[in-house]
């Protein structure tokens, strides 16, 4: 037999398949050592054919079959292969995407304790042998079954170790799976009746001919529910199911529901696991011992088999594309493992992306709204506070006073209140402080970017360039500033208005360590804190009842992040954070803080329109030309050694440049240039930026791009980037 190959190295040059003679012990989807180059190597066996057209003499053997490391499974294979194909990647980066670095070194192995069993509870004691009665009498109260660490702790050693000789007990190694989180409760919680909206959601997700259902339900409408429902109706068929979150903080809560409807058949996956749990976790999965995986963006690619069911919850949420290679799309994923086991994919949301909503509106997706909250509880209002106006009235602090006020009296009431801060955009945008002024880019209505190194204005989406303001251009003003202040500072300055308040402060500072998202939270619901300040991560999922006012600090500084998402992601994230405030009996409140009241976007937001929003936005999208009217794709070429990083550029810009002139109606600008960023980590870094009327050239751009691979140069294709840097 003769086996194909692929090492788990990951470099241009050994991007191929490989074959060696092996026994019939080998099957697909094996990982085995095998001779290459000088010494050895690990790679899957991805396919077994009769013969090979290499020359016999020069074929060699597979040395070894790795043992206990998990065989890939047939559909994971050509999953890989798909998106190495799509992504122009490697298809050793592909394979390990399936395969958490645990399992590949091998470093991880099970953990095992020794386990004590009754065999013969009928015994017969001396009365000198008081301890070894009283461990048989222990063990017949525990199912007859106990720790033997815990028995030599408790009864002695020497005991055990008699009723051991004399054949009483057996001493039994035993698997332990690590869990993670299992402090959570798993009780079995009462399941509600469905609300006529919910049971309609499930039949139309159930019922539909389309692969994907958008359920498009605002905050507290439900939409959990209808999760659990649908993955409950597959399980019931036998099938599994992947449950998708965006945030790791995010994941407890949704597991805790999960194991109170499913017990011990969800597992989790998601990086902020130890290699233990994560090893025990995945392998749970990839027995059949657990159905559900649940997790961030990588639990797209769960050991499962037999999928009935995907669900990406908060399919808005950037974090579902990967920003590193292979920068795959976990829609695309999702998608593809969705047709080949003939399920459903359900994307949730209650502020869908414009792309998505799009793809409902004209038929290719399911539309399934869920239009009001469970209980009909109203949603908070939102009151918008002009910041100009505080500076004006000489109040510089971050707080307005109607922001002060609603906080003096959450305190005196005994609520809990949450700040958020607006950090995206943060650092490189500005501002003027005394009319709201943003400087955009003449070409494309996106907010330019100051760059130190040549005080200048650039515009990221076509390279432009404009003189740094010294006055604002709308009002001559002159306190032209970096927008956007720092969560300690807030901390700070909250600390000294109300110095008797307990503050919790979550921001990537304070949530280092595995778990330390959900000890902040954990800390907040169990109301040891009055207010929670956070940045984007506060803004997701969690369901705090006590909380009754949200403070949106700068609501507008996602709005001048230099992204033509920009409009799009405020929007999200206010109706995000607006959502957390009364979740409860009480009515909660929201006052959104700006620079740009009159904001289309702003308005949209604190009104709850998102219709209003997306009609709004997707005129815009259209009028100057952007997703999901145009495709943008920026090839990102990088490297230490600058001319054979520009020597990369220039010949790939070449055979780019012979697609633009073949089919210059497809494309809407076309040119190469300096990255924003021009230098990151001793990498040089240029850019082809291409906007296309349509995704119809992608198939030939991979390619060409593929064609110029140079050893000590990346190139990296993005599609529909949100941050150029
Ligand atoms: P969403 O995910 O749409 O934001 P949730 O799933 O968080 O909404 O639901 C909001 C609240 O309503 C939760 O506290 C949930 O337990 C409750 N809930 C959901 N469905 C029902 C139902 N059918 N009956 C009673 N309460 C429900
Ligand atoms: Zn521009």
Known sequence: MIAEVIVDIVHNEVDRIFDYICDDNV????RVTVPFARGTATGFVIKLKPESDVPASKLKAVLRVEQGAPALKKECLDLAFKLSARYLCPKALVLRLFLPAEMRRGAVRESYRTSVKLLDPEAVFSPRAKRQEEIVAFLKDNGGEADAAFLRERFGTSPLESLTTKGIVRMEKKRVMRGPYLGLSKEPKEKPDLTAAQARAVDLIEGTDKTVAL??????????????????????????????????????????QLRARFGEAAAILHSGLSAGERFDEWQRLQSGAAKIAIGARSAVFAPLENVGLIVIDEEHDPSYISERAPRYNTFDVAYFRARYNHCKLVLGSATPSVETFRRAELGEFELVRLQERINLRPMPEVTI?????????GNPSPFSGLLRDKLEAVLREGNQAILFLNRRGYSRTVLCRDCGYVAKCEHCDVTLTYHSDENCLKCHYCGAKYKMLSACPSCGGTQIRYAGVGTQRVERELHSLFPT????????????????????LKEFSSRNADILIGTQMVAKGHDFPFVTLVGILDADMSLHFPDYRSGERTFQLITQVAGRSGRAQARGEVVLQTFDPENYILRFAADYDYMGF???EIGMRQGTAFPPFAKIVRVLVSGEDEKKTLDVLRELYENLKQL???????????????????????????QILMRLSGGELLSKIYPICDGVAHKDVFIEVEEDPSNLN
């Open 215 to 256: 359920l498009f339900g605002v905050t507290g409408s439900g939409k959990t529910e209808v999760y659990l429902r649908l993955i409950e109706s597959q399980l019931k068929r036998g099938k599994t199911a992947i449950f998708l979150v965006p945030e790791i903080s995010l994941t407890p809560q949704m597991l805790s």
């Open 27 to 30: 099957s697909v989807g094996m």
């Open 614 to 616: 997306y009609r709004y």
């Open 660 to 686: 633009y002139t073949e089919n210059t109606d497809s494309f809407l600008f076309f040119n190469r240039m300096h990255a924003p960023v021009k230098r990151i980590a001793d990498r040089f870094r240029y």
């Open 501 to 520: 308040a307990r503050i919790l402060r979550m921001d990537n500072d304070t949530t280092s360590g595995k778990e330390g998202h959900f000890k902040i």
């Open 385 to 393: 506070v002009d910041m100009r106006r505080e500076i004006k009235r």
